[in-house]
C-alpha cells in the first residue's frame, strides 16, 4: 500500500502497528520533513511498545541540492537513520550486483549554445501577454456584481495565462521555433471549457485564446508553414538550426536517435525538466521522417497541472514501453523512482539532474546489459559542468560515509522528536494531529451538501495582536457549527492548524465525525431500516421470490362435523340482465362467518359475450338447517359443481383405473374446513322474503340416488343397459301420445325446451335446445352430425361399439342438446377496448360457437330444476372470486385495525391496492401506489425536518432514501406477510374449486415447502428469467416479483390516504413500522426556534409575499427560503427545499390523481415526471419573477438565471418542452424552499398550501401537451410500429457521438447525436430521427385517455406482436401520402453498411414453444428487419381429426393455420403458410420456422446443426 494509505489507516484505527511485524518501505530517503514516511514513524512507531523491524530501500539517502560534504551526508544519513530507526547499509563491491543489475555506461553528449536571436519575437510575445494580462484585469473591474467564486476564477485564469507565457519563452529558448509553436498548440488545446459558465468568463477566456493565437501567429510568420510537410526527408536540419527552427540541443538529440540505426529494439527513457518538453518534442519526434520506424510517446504525472496525465494513461503508456511497443519515451522525473524496465538500453538526461538522488535514480532506470547512460552538456557552459561535477562528488561522499560509518554513532545520538498536538478518541484509538486536522476539516466540508453555484468550504481569518496569532475558522451553514476561535500561536500557519484540531474534537463530540474520525455517513435507524448492500436484491423486479397465499378465514366452517342444526349467515345473489328475456335464478351463500358491511353487501357487474348481468350481493339475516337440510344442500352443490365444472364418473379403463361414480361413498374428503359455504337456489319471486328452493334441491338427491342404483352404466364397452322404469314403445306410440321417454320418466314432447338433463353414460349436464323431428337413434350418424367419414353408421351402433349400450327406444327422435362448458373470467368488460386485448391474452374469453350434440332421450336423466339456475352456475365462480378478494382484503383491514369516525376504508381500496397489472383486472395498485409513493416521501421527509433540527439537508435526504428505498419497503411489507394477501395473476375460472367440487386440473406442490407460508429463505429466492411469476400450486405457493411488495406497501399507503386523509396513512405506517410520527409540538418547536431568529423587515419580503399571495405569520421562513447558501449566512434554503420538494411532489401527485381518473397509470407518471421536476419549477419562478429575489454570491449563477430569463417566449406559455437552455437548480430550489416554507408556517396545512401553490404552478401540464423525452418517443413509436432501432455511441475525446439506425421497410434512417453526455447524444439523435419520421407521414398521437397496460404478463405471449398491443403503446398516424421514396433520392451513404452485413449464422433453432418466433424475431433486431405479423385462420370439424405431429400430434374438433408475413428491406415481401396445429401460438411456430428455412434457401441467413 501507499504510505498516505497506511497512514490513514493508523490514524482512524482501522490498523496498529502491532499488528505488523516487519515493514519494508521503499524509497526510504522520503521520510524527512511532513512526508507520510515520516510521520508514520513519528506519530506512530516511535510511541509504540511493540514496534515491528523496518526494512528500508533507496538507491540515495542524501536527497537535498547542491554539494553534499561529508559531513553533510553523515547529517542526512543520521537523520534517517534516526526516523527509521536503522542502521545503513551499503554494497562495497558492485561485482556481484552487476549480475542481476548491470550498470549504465555513462557518457557526456555536448552541443553548441544557441546562435539564433529569438529577442524580437520574445520582445513581441512579451507584449501580447501584457496586453492580454491588462484585459483581464480591466474586464473583473468592469463587472457591475463580482462575488468571491469570480475573482478566484480571474485568479486562477491569470496565473494560468502567466504560465502560459513562461511555457512558450522556455520552449523558444531551449527547443526552437517548431517546438515554441507546437507549445502555444498544447494550450490553446487546454483552454478551459466555458459551456455553462458565465458572460464575462467566457470573454476571459477568449481574451486568452486570442493571446494564444497571436502567438501563434507571431512564431508562424517565422516559419515555413505553407509546405505542411517541411519535416520531410529533404529537410536540412543544420540550416534550421541557424534559421531557429530547432535549438542545437535538440538537433543533437535527433543526431542521438539517428545513432541508434533502424532497428525497433532500442528503448530509450528521455528525461526532461518539465511537462511541455515532454509533450512537444515527442510531437516533433513523431514529424521526423528519418525517425519514423520509432515509436514516441511521453509520460507524465498525474498532478493537477493542465498538462498532467490521468493515470490511467501513465499506466498504458508505461506497458507499452515495457512490452517494447513504444520505443522513444519523454518523460519527466515521475519515472525516476520505482519503474522496472529490463530491456531499457538507454537513458538520456536531455535536461540535468539536480540532485544526486535524481542523478543515481535516473541512471538505474538503465537495466539491459551494455545499456548507455548518456548526459547533455552545452559547450562551453561552466554552470552545467559545476553542477554534474558537484553531483558526482555528492555520490562519492554519499557512499564513502556510508561505507566508513561508526557503527556505534548511530547508538550515541539522541532522538528528539517534538511533542505534536494530537487529539486521540478514547474508544477505538483514533487520532488526528494539529497538521492533519487542517485536510479534515477539507473533508468534512466536501461532504456537505452543495452545488455547480457553491462548493462548502471552510475560511479562515487571522489576527495579528502582541506578537501572536489568532485564527477564526468559519464552517458552511449546513455545518454541525459554524464559528469556532483557536488558541494563541505563534506563527500563522500553526494557528491555523490549531483551529483546526479543536473544531475537529468538537465535530466529534457532536457526532459529525465517527469515532474513527471520519465524517459521518447516516445510517439507518435499526427499528424500520434496512442496511444497503445487506439483502441487495429486495424490492428489485429482477429478483423473484417463492410465497404462499394467506387464507380466508371468513370461508373457514366447522358446521362440516355437526350432525345437527347448523347455524348460517344468509347472503342473497341477484343477477340481473340487461337482455330482461334472459333470467337468472337467484342464489344465497349460506356462511358461517358474518361478513363485513362492504364485502357483505354489494353490487358487481358481470360482463359475458354481449350482455351484462348485474349482480346484488345482501345479507338476509340468519338460516338454520337441521341434517337432513345439510345432506342435501351438500348433495346439491356436489352434483351441480361436479357435474358442469368437474366429472361425475371418475376412472376409466384407458387410465387403468375402475369407473365409479363420484358420489356413490362418502363424500366427506371433497370438503375442507377451511372452505367451507353452501351455494344454493332461490325460489324465484320479488318477495323480500329469502326461500331456498328445496324441490329443486331434492330433485338433485334423486338424481344422485338414480346414478347409484344405475352405477353399473359403464363408458369403456363393458356395461349392460339399466332396467328403466317404463316400458318400451315405438316411435308410433311416441308420436301419438307426444310422449318422450327418458331414463327416468316419460315427458310431454311440449314441455322439453330448456329442459336440464343429464347423460346417464357420461355423467355431464346439458340443456335441452329442442327435439329434432325426423331423426332416431338409427338416422346416419355422418349425415346428422355433418361428419365428413366416420367409423360408425348410425347412433345406435354409435353407442353399442363406445358405450356397450343397446337402445331400448331407438324409434325415438333425437334431441339437440346445448352442452356445458367451461366457466369463464366474467369480472372483465372484454367488449370494452381498453381490455379486449388483455382479455383476450389471459385467455379469459372465448367466443367460439359451440358444436351442439344429438342423443337419444332415454339415455338422459331429467334434471327438474330450471335452466336459469344451469345459467347462474356460470356465475358463480366470478362472484365468488370477488367476493373472497373482499374477504381477504377485509381480513388486513382488521390487521391493521384502524377505524375513525364515521369513515372505514372500504375493502374494495384495499383489494385494489392488493391487486397487480398481471390480474387483468379493471383496477390496479399502480395508481395508488404512485400517491402512496408521495404520501410516503412527503410524511417521512415532514418527520425528519421536524425530528432533525441539525441535520442538514444531505443527512436528511440519505435518512429518507433509506427510509423509503425499495428494499426497506420489502422488508417491512414480509415482516407484516403482505406477501400473502397480493393478488398477483389473472382470475383462471377453471382452477377454481367451490367446496364439495374435485378438481379437474390440479396443480400439486413441487415447491419443496410443507407448510401454506414459504419461510424467508434465499433458497425462495432466483433471479431466473424462466421462473413463472404468478402461477400458483394447490398450495397457494407462487413466485413473485421482489419489487411487488415494495409497491403494494406504497399502495396501502395511497389507499388509506385517499379513504382517511393523512391521519389514516399514518396509521398505515404506523402499522408497517415506519417512523414518521407528526408531532405537533414539534411543529411548535420549529416555529418557535425561527422565531427568536434576528429579523429586519424590509420591502423585499412584503413583495415577495404579495406575489405568491401569502403573508407569512413567521417572516424569517421566508427570508430562510430566499438564501442560497453561497451567501455564507448562518443559515440557507437546502433544509426547506428538502421538505417543499415532498410537498410538491405530494400536491401535484394528489392533483392529478383526482384529476385524471381515466388514464393509464404509466401515462399519470409521465404526467407526474413532467410537472415534478426541476425545469418546471424554474419556469414557475422565472414566471412569478421570483427569481429576482433569490438570495446569492455565484456570479456563475446570476447569469445563468439571466439567460434563462431572456430565453423565455414573450407570451410566457411554458407548458410545453422548450429544447436549448434549462432552468438552474437554484431557481427549482428556490420555489421548493417557498413551498416548504409555506408548509411549516401553516402548521402543516397541505390544503391551504395546495390554495396558494396551485396558482403559481398552473398551467399544469395535461396529457395533450405532454412531451416524452425523445428516445422513449423513438422507442415507443417504433415498438407500436415492429421497427427495431440499433444504437451505437463512441467517445470522441471529451464528445460522446451518438449513431442511431432504423430501418423502414423501403429506406435504412440514420441520425448522428454529438454532447459530453452519452444520453443527451442519444436524445439529439433520437430527435432527429422523429423529425424524419414525421416528414415520412410517421407520427405519434397523444391520446387523451388511455387504457391500462397489460405488457407486465409473464405468458410467453410476449413473443408475439399482436395488434392490441400496438394500439396500447401509442396509437399511430400514418398520412395518406406515400412513403415511398423514388431511387434518385436513395442515400447510399446511409444505407452502405447493411449492404455489406455478413450472412447471419443461427447455431440451432429451439424447436419448443415459442422458440421459433424467438428465433425468427432475434434475426429480425439484429438485422434490423420490420417485425413479422402473423394471421391465424381456425378451421372446425365435427369429427375429431390429427393434428400436429411426433410428440404434438394429437386429436382434435379445432386446429389453426397460421400465414406470416415478412418485409426484408431492398428485397422484398416474403410470405409462408404453416402447419396445422391445435393452437394459435403452436401454429405461429410452425409458420416461423418455415420461413426461418425459406431464408435459409433465399440466402438470409445459415442455420447451423445443433
Same mark, same amino acid.
Given at each position: ?26 524509497e ?48 542526512? #544519513?543520521?537523520?534517517? /537513520?534516526? =526516523?527509521?530507526? !536503522? ?8 561485482? *556481484?550486483? @552487476? %549480475? +542481476? ?46 462575488y ?29 521555433? #517548431?517546438?515554441?509553436? /507546437?507549445? =502555444?498548440?498544447? !494550450? ?8 455553462? *459558465?458565465? @458572460? %464575462? +468568463? ?33 529537410f ?48 516533433? =519526434? ?71 538522488r ?82 479534515l ?6 461532504k ?94 429482477k ?56 364485502v ?71 370438503w ?14 320479488s318477495?323480500?322474503e329469502?326461500?331456498i ?52 320418466s ?7 325446451s ?15 335446445i ?31 361399439k363406445?358405450?356397450?349400450?343397446v ?10 342438446l ?34 351442439n ?53 372500504p ?27 408521495s ?59 367451490a ?19 414459504v ?16 402461477k ?26 385517499l ?10 405506517m404506523?402499522?408497517?413500522?415506519i ?13 418557535n ?49 428538502f ?118 404552478l ?7 401537451k ?46 448522428e ?22 416528414n ?13 397496460d ?43 453498411c ?17 422458440g ?35 410428440a ?12 406470416i408475413?415478412?418485409?426484408v ?8 403458410t ?33
Open positions: 500500500m501507499t504510505p498516505q494509505v497506511l497512514l490513514d489507516a493508523l490514524r482512524k484505527a482501522f490498523l496498529s502497528l502491532e499488528m505488523m511485524s516487519l515493514m519494508i518501505i521503499d526510504c530517503h522520503r521520510a524527512t520533513g511532513n512526508h507520510p514516511y515520516a510521520k508514520i514513524m513519528k506519530e506512530f512507531y516511535h510511541k509504540s511498545n511493540n514496534k515491528p523491524k523496518i526494512f528500508g530501500m533507496t538507491a540515495s539517502p542524501v536527497v537535498r541540492k547542491g554539494v553534499s560534504s561529508s559531513n553533510d551526508c553523515e547529517g542526512q #544519513i543520521s537523520e534517517l /537513520e534516526s =526516523v527509521l530507526d !536503522c542502521m545503513i547499509y551499503t554494497v562495497e563491491d558492485r561485482k *556481484e550486483m @552487476e %549480475a +542481476y543489475v548491470p550498470s549504465a555506461k555513462e557518457s557526456c553528449r555536448f552541443f553548441d549554445p544557441t546562435q539564433f536571436s529569438s529577442l524580437d519575437l520574445k520582445a513581441m510575445v512579451e507584449t501580447s501577454w501584457l496586453k492580454a494580462d491588462a484585459s483581464l484585469s480591466k474586464l473583473q473591474d468592469s463587472l457591475q456584481t463580482s468571491e467564486d469570480m475573482d478566484d476564477k480571474f485568479k486562477t485564469l491569470q496565473k494560468r495565462l502567466s504560465n502560459d507565457h513562461a511555457k512558450i519563452l522556455h520552449c523558444l529558448d531551449n527547443l526552437g521555433l #517548431i517546438c515554441a509553436y /507546437e507549445a =502555444v498548440k498544447v !494550450c490553446l488545446e487546454n483552454i478551459p471549457d466555458t459551456k455553462e *459558465e458565465c @458572460e %464575462a +468568463y467566457r470573454e476571459s477566456v477568449l481574451q486568452c485564446k486570442n493571446f494564444l493565437e497571436e502567438v501563434l501567429s507571431i512564431i508562424g510568420e517565422a516559419l515555413p508553414l505553407g509546405d505542411e510537410n517541411f519535416l520531410n526527408s529533404g536540412d536540419y543544420l540550416k534550421a538550426v541557424d534559421l531557429g527552427y530547432l535549438s542545437p540541443k535538440l538537433h543533437e538529440l535527433l543526431q542521438l536517435f539517428q545513432s541508434f540505426g533502424e532497428t525497433r529494439q532500442v528503448l530509450c527513457l528521455i528525461f526532461v525538466e518539465r511537462i511541455v518538453t515532454a509533450k512537444v518534442i515527442e510531437r516533433f =519526434v513523431k514529424n521526423v521522417s528519418y525517425l519514423s520506424h520509432f515509436v514516441v510517446s511521453y509520460l507524465t504525472g498525474s498532478n493537477t497541472s493542465v498538462d498532467s496525465l490521468a493515470p490511467k494513461m501513465q499506466k498504458e503508456t508505461l506497458e507499452s514501453f515495457r512490452s517494447g511497443k513504444v520505443n522513444l519515451l519523454f518523460a519527466t522525473d515521475v519515472v525516476e523512482e520505482g519503474i522496472h524496465v529490463p530491456n531499457c538500453s538507454c537513458v538520456i538526461r536531455f535536461d540535468l539532474p539536480k540532485t544526486v535524481s542523478y543515481v535514480q535516473s541512471r538505474g532506470r538503465a537495466r539491459q546489459s551494455n545499456s548507455q547512460f548518456i548526459m547533455m552538456l552545452e559547450r562551453g557552459n561552466l554552470k552545467q559542468r559545476n553542477q554534474l561535477y558537484d553531483i558526482i562528488r555528492s555520490e562519492y561522499s554519499m557512499t564513502n560515509t556510508a561505507m566508513n560509518r561508526d557503527p556505534d554513532l548511530r547508538l550515541l545520538k539522541e532522538r528528539t522528536f517534538e511533542e505534536t498536538n494530537v487529539y486521540i478518541v478514547d474508544s477505538t484509538g483514533a487520532s488526528i494531529t494539529a497538521d492533519s486536522a487542517v485536510s476539516i477539507h473533508r468534512y466540508c466536501e456537505l451538501p452543495g452545488d455547480k453555484y457553491y462548493m462548502p468550504k471552510p475560511s479562515f481569518k487571522l489576527t495579528f495582536s502582541g506578537g501572536l496569532y489568532e485564527c477564526k475558522l468559519t464552517l458552511p451553514v449546513s455545518a454541525a457549527f459554524q464559528t469556532i476561535v483557536g488558541p494563541l500561536s505563534r506563527n500563522s500557519h500553526l494557528a491555523k492548524q490549531l483551529v483546526c484540531l479543536e473544531a475537529c474534537r468538537q465535530l466529534h463530540q457532536m457526532g459529525a465525525l465517527d469515532d474513527h474520525l471520519i465524517p459521518s455517513i447516516e445510517e439507518p435507524s435499526e427499528n424500520h431500516c434496512i442496511s444497503k448492500g445487506k439483502d441487495s436484491g429486495a424490492g428489485t423486479t429478483r423473484k421470490e417463492l410465497h404462499g397465499t394467506t387464507c380466508i378465514h371468513a370461508l373457514s366452517g366447522s358446521w362440516g362435523e355437526k350432525p345437527d342444526v347448523a347455524v348460517f349467515f344468509a347472503y342473497k345473489f341477484e343477477f340481473s340482465c340487461n337482455i330482461v328475456s334472459v333470467v337468472y335464478s337467484g342464489f344465497v351463500l349460506l356462511i358461517e362467518s358474518k361478513l363485513a358491511d362492504d357483505g353487501n354489494i353490487e358487481l357487474d358481470l360482463y359475458l359475450i354481449r350482455k351484462m348481468v348485474k349482480t346484488c350481493v345482501s345479507l338476509r339475516g340468519q338460516v338454520h338447517l337441521d341434517a337432513e337440510q345439510m345432506m342435501k344442500a351438500k348433495r346439491f352443490q356436489e352434483f351441480f359443481f361436479n357435474g358442469l365444472f368437474g366429472r361425475l364418473f371418475i376412472g376409466s379403463k384407458s387410465s387403468g383405473t375402475s369407473r365409479e361414480f363420484l358420489l356413490q361413498n362418502k363424500t366427506s374428503f371433497l375442507s374446513p377451511s372452505n367451507m359455504y353452501l351455494l344454493l337456489p332461490l325460489e324465484d319471486g318477495s323480500n329469502l326461500r328452493n328445496w324441490p329443486w334441491i331434492t330433485a338433485c338427491t334423486f338424481a344422485v340416488e338414480f346414478l347409484n342404483k344405475n352405477s353399473l352404466l359403464g363408458a369403456d364397452g363393458d356395461g349392460g343397459n339399466p332396467s328403466w322404469n317404463h316400458t318400451g314403445s315405438s316411435v308410433t306410440e311416441c308420436k301419438e301420445t307426444n310422449v318422450i321417454h327418458f331414463a327416468n316419460p315427458v310431454d314432447v311440449n314441455n322439453l330448456n329442459m336440464v338433463v343429464l347423460a346417464i353414460h357420461t355423467g355431464r349436464i346439458y340443456s335441452i329442442e327435439l329434432v323431428s325426423d331423426t332416431s337413434a338409427d338416422s346416419s350418424f355422418n349425415e346428422t352430425i355433418d361428419s365428413v367419414s366416420s367409423e360408425f353408421a348410425t347412433f345406435s351402433e354409435y353407442f353399442h363406445k358405450y356397450g349400450i337402445l331400448k327406444h331407438p324409434g325415438q327422435p333425437l334431441l339437440l346445448k352442452q356445458s362448458h367451461n366457466p369463464h373470467n366474467l369480472l372483465v368488460n372484454f367488449n370494452d377496448e381498453g381490455f379486449s386485448a388483455k382479455a383476450s391474452q389471459a385467455g379469459l374469453v372465448n367466443e367460439k360457437p359451440r358444436n350434440i344429438h342423443m337419444p332421450p332415454e339415455l338422459l336423466l331429467v334434471l327438474d330444476v330450471p335452466v336459469g339456475v344451469l345459467k347462474a352456475f356460470y356465475l358463480l365462480p366470478s362472484l365468488m372470486h370477488r367476493l373472497e378478494s373482499l374477504m381477504l382484503a377485509s381480513q388486513l383491514r382488521e390487521e391493521i385495525d384502524f377505524h375513525s369516525g364515521n369513515f372505514n376504508i375493502s374494495s381500496l384495499i383489494l385494489e391496492a392488493l391487486t397487480t397489472l398481471r390480474c387483468c383486472e379493471s383496477f390496479s395498485m399502480e395508481r395508488l401506489e404512485l400517491l402512496g409513493d404520501v410516503l416521501k412527503y410524511a417521512v421527509s415532514c418527520h425528519l425536518f421536524l425530528r432533525y433540527p441539525n441535520k442538514h439537508e444531505g443527512q436528511l435526504s440519505a435518512r429518507r432514501s433509506w427510509a423509503v428505498c425499495n428494499s426497506t419497503l420489502h422488508k417491512l411489507g414480509t415482516d407484516h406477510k403482505l406477501q400473502g394477501y397480493i393478488r398477483d395473476s389473472a382470475f383462471d375460472p377453471r382452477h377454481w374449486v367446496p364439495g367440487q374435485r378438481s379437474l386440473r390440479p396443480v400439486p406442490c413441487k415447491c419443496r415447502v410443507d407448510s401454506l407460508e419461510p424467508l429463505n434465499k433458497i425462495f429466492q432466483t433471479e431466473d428469467p424462466k421462473i413463472k411469476v404468478g400458483s400450486c394447490d398450495r397457494g405457493h407462487r413466485w413473485m416479483c421482489s419489487k411487488t411488495i415494495s409497491d403494494c406497501v406504497e399502495a396501502l399507503i395511497g389507499a388509506y390516504y379513504s382517511g386523509g393523512l391521519i389514516a396513512a399514518l396509521h398505515m404506523n402499522w408497517l413500522g417512523d414518521a410520527e407528526l408531532d405537533p409540538s414539534l411543529v411548535a418547536e420549529a416555529i426556534r425561527v422565531s427568536l431568529r434576528s429579523y429586519v423587515p424590509n420591502d423585499e419580503i412584503h413583495i415577495i409575499e404579495s406575489k405568491i399571495g401569502y403573508k407569512f405569520s413567521v417572516k424569517f421562513f421566508l427570508q430562510e427560503a430566499l438564501t442560497h447558501a453561497s451567501m455564507h449566512e448562518f443559515y440557507c434554503y437546502q433544509r426547506l427545499e421538505l417543499g420538494d415532498s410537498v410538491l411532489d405530494l400536491l401535484i401527485t394528489r392533483y392529478l390523481y383526482h384529476n385524471h381518473t381515466d388514464i393509464d397509470p404509466g401515462e399519470l407518471t409521465d404526467l407526474r415526471s413532467a410537472s415534478v421536476n426541476n425545469e418546471s419549477f424554474a419556469q414557475v419562478a422565472v414566471r412569478h419573477d421570483l427569481h429576482k429575489h433569490l438570495q446569492h454570491c455565484s456570479t456563475l449563477l446570476l447569469n445563468q438565471i439571466s439567460e434563462y430569463v431572456q430565453s423565455f417566449p414573450e407570451s410566457h406559455d411554458t407548458t410545453g418542452s422548450r429544447p436549448g437552455i434549462k432552468g438552474p437548480k437554484a431557481l427549482g430550489d428556490l420555489v421548493e424552499s417557498i413551498v416548504g416554507a409555506i408548509l411549516i408556517d401553516t402548521n402543516l396545512n397541505l390544503d391551504e398550501v395546495w390554495r396558494i401553490v396551485e396558482p403559481l398552473s398551467p399544469i401540464v395535461t396529457l395533450d405532454l412531451e416524452l423525452p425523445p428516445l422513449r418517443e423513438l422507442n415507443e413509436l417504433c415498438d407500436s410500429l415492429g421497427y427495431f432501432i440499433k444504437e451505437k455511441c463512441v467517445n470522441k475525446g471529451e464528445m460522446v457521438h451518438a449513431e442511431l439506425r432504423l430501418q423502414l421497410d423501403d429506406i435504412l434512417l440514420v441520425e447525436g454529438f454532447d459530453r453526455s452519452r444520453k443527451v447524444a442519444k436524445g439529439k439523435a433520437a430527435s432527429y430521427l422523429l423529425k424524419e419520421l414525421e415520412r407521414g410517421i407520427s405519434r398521437k397523444r391520446r387523451k385517455q388511455g387504457c391500462v397489460s405488457s407486465q404478463t409473464t405468458d410467453d405471449d410476449s413473443l408475439e406482436p399482436t395488434i392490441h398491443k400496438r394500439r396500447r403503446r401509442a396509437e399511430i398516424q400514418l398520412l395518406e401520402e406515400s412513403t415511398t421514396v423514388p431511387s434518385a433520392t436513395y442515400d447510399s451513404s446511409k444505407t452502405a447493411s449492404t455489406t452485413t455478413a450472412t447471419p449464422v443461427i447455431v440451432t433453432i429451439n424447436t419448443k414453444k415459442g421459433p418466433r424467438t428465433t425468427l424475431f432475434e434475426l429480425c433486431k439484429k438485422l434490423l428487419w420490420p417485425m413479422p405479423t402473423f394471421k391465424a385462420t381456425e378451421h372446425k370439424s365435427s369429427a375429431p381429426m390429427e393434428i400436429g405431429e411426433g404434438e400430434r394429437k386429436k382434435g374438433f379445432i386446429s389453426f393455420v397460421s400465414k408475413t415478412l418485409n428491406p431492398r428485397f422484398g415481401i416474403i410470405e409462408c404453416g402447419d396445422a396445429r391445435a393452437d394459435k401460438k403452436s401454429s405461429s411456430d410452425s409458420a416461423a420456422l418455415i420461413m426461418l428455412y425459406e431464408l435459409e434457401q433465399l440466402g438470409k441467413l445459415i442455420i447451423g446443426e445443433s
